[in-house]
């Protein structure tokens, strides 16, 4: 059973969102050369704090295992999930995956961006340009009527055909109440496949795209993905509302409205 939110719902999962795109924005100002991922995710909950938010990432539960950072930092061939670590110091030429998910009064927003430190090849700003470009053809495809396949096929289609691979294994999602609702939103697929969208519906899209082969393993962490190949992967997110007219993107940066919260 998808979710369909009402109008109040709406209204909060509009001030998580925000939230969680400020704390974003905060995050990749701060990313540079000689930071370590461990002082931006100190940086991320702070962040949060400051915005009476807190993070939905930190000891989230995956059976016994619960996350123990809260933001997800991923570096290079590190796909997501990636764990901030004082010993993991950011050097030029790195790519930085952030990947923020905040909970404010019961709802949640969830947001990603791939940045990078200083100055890269021309085949990683490619990687990003184009992981980028899916997001957006994606999200133009979240349109009541639509089905998930037609999301799904459209970040395939665009990533494939500039010669990169969509991971397989992890997906983008609902999201509302909890971080990770139904519909499940895989990046690869059949147009006019999967569920309907409707109206009041709030999906988290995120193409995660490889510059090599789509396999990818977990560490021993049990949490961290990388990529099988060791070449490395981007990844960008957006929470979208589904409305009767154009998709909305839930997660912008903005000062707290008058009177909200």
């Not at 990169?164 to 609702?181: L, P």
């Not at 109206?199 to 099988?228: F, K």
Request: proline content about 5%; overall charge negative.
């Amino acid at each position: 059973m998808i979710p369909v939110k009402t109008e109040a719902e709406i209204a909060r999962m509009r001030e998580a969102c925000r939230i969680a795109a400020n704390v974003l924005a905060g995050l990749r100002a701060a990313v540079r050369e000689g930071v370590t991922t461990y002082e931006l995710d100190q940086l991320g909950r702070d962040l949060m704090m400051e915005e009476g938010a807190t993070s939905a990432c930190y000891n989230y539960r995956v059976g016994s295992r619960r996350f123990p950072a809260y933001t997800c930092i991923s570096v290079n061939d590190e796909v997501v999930h990636g764990i901030g670590s004082p010993r993991r110091v950011l050097r030029n030429g790195d790519l930085v995956s952030l990947d923020v998910a905040v909970s404010y009064q019961g709802f949640i927003g969830d947001n990603a961006c791939t940045v990078p430190v200083g100055e890269i090849d021309p085949r990683a700003e490619k990687l990003l340009r184009v992981t980028e470009e899916a997001l957006q053809i994606g999200i133009d495809q979240a349109r009541s009527g639509n089905r998930v396949g037609d999301i799904s096929n459209a970040v395939q289609r665009h990533v494939e055909r500039n010669g990169f691979s969509v991971v397989r294994e992890f997906v983008g999602h609902g999201v509302g109440r909890s971080m990770h609702e139904e519909p499940q939103i895989p990046n690869f697929g059949r147009r006019g496949s999967g569920p309907r969208l409707k109206p009041g519906m709030t999906l988290a899209i995120e193409p995660m795209v490889n510059m090599g082969s789509a396999a990818v393993r977990v560490l021993d962490d049990g949490w961290t993905v990388v990529t099988r190949d060791h070449q490395p992967s981007a990844h960008f997110e957006h929470t979208v509302l589904i409305t009767a007219n154009e998709p909305e993107i839930l997660t912008i940066p903005a000062p707290r409205a008058v009177g909200a919260g």
